[in-house]
């Protein structure tokens, strides 16, 4: 309810209109219709279709934000938290939102989770109160591969027990297409990367001395390859699929080079042997 009031009218403390004897005042008052709550689905979008789609989870937990503008920035209006209070697992609820007017919803992203959509979504309130408004909002668990550098002492190209990691040494995960992540592997000789799906071509940056022998990876869990297709990797590199929540562990070796040193002598005697005086 809003009371639209002329110039010099005044209200007491109980928000009555005070007038004086013989006064008159025009007052104007208008009523906005509210809407049925927004409900904004929040789901785990396995194929990344942006579609919610049958036997894929809804997920508790995430704080939605309401804002006033297009870029959902600033302040928002109000947040909400996905959950089961709505007696519909994985929304979030918004009330007291007007009919006709325009509201943007933005997620809180969560580390670990990729966005399948654009995340500041519109919605017009619908005029017809029966009507239902909701927004749907896909996430997808990011990939995580862990990178082992070893010392593959006996060149045989696999990672034997006895054999020592390597730290200080930058691996190199180059996304097709886009472009390369470089990170150091730590005093364990291993490092994390967390990356979207996506083709990936992982390989080292060498060092003098050293001759790469291997790199090859081994997943441990089971994630369908549901889009993506091997590409062909460099020599001393490794084509590396990353699907929604896939782990992989992968070996990166290398053995260290030894030298020779040969002496060049005038074998006066023809001995066969470095004589003192030759």
Known sequence: LTVASGAGVIFDSTGHIVLA???DKNCTITNTRKSLPLYVLKYEDDNMNNTWDTGEN????WTMELYDNETCTGTPLTSAVTDESTGLPGR???????????YWVKEIEQSGWQ??????????????IHSNN?????NVNRGKITVYKFNDLNGNGVKDTDEPYLSDWEMVMTKVGG???T???DNSGSTLFDLASGNYILTENTKIGWEHTVTYCESNNDVNNFMLV?????????????NPGQRLVCYVGNHQNGSIHGYKWDDLDSDGMVDYDE
Do not use: W
């Open 115 to 128: 966005i399948t959509s654009d995340n500041c979504k519109s919605i017009t309130i619908h005029d017809d």
């Open 21 to 23: 004897a013989g006064e």
């Open 179 to 181: 472009s390369a992540t």
């Open 183 to 185: 990170q150091t592997t």
């Open 58 to 61: 809804t997920l508790n937990g």
């Open 230 to 242: 091997e590409v062909a990797a460099p020599a001393n590199g490794e084509s590396v699929i990353v």
């Open 92 to 102: 979030a609820k918004f009330e007291g939102l007007y009919q006709g007017k325009t």
């Open 134 to 138: 909701e927004l749907e909002f896909g």
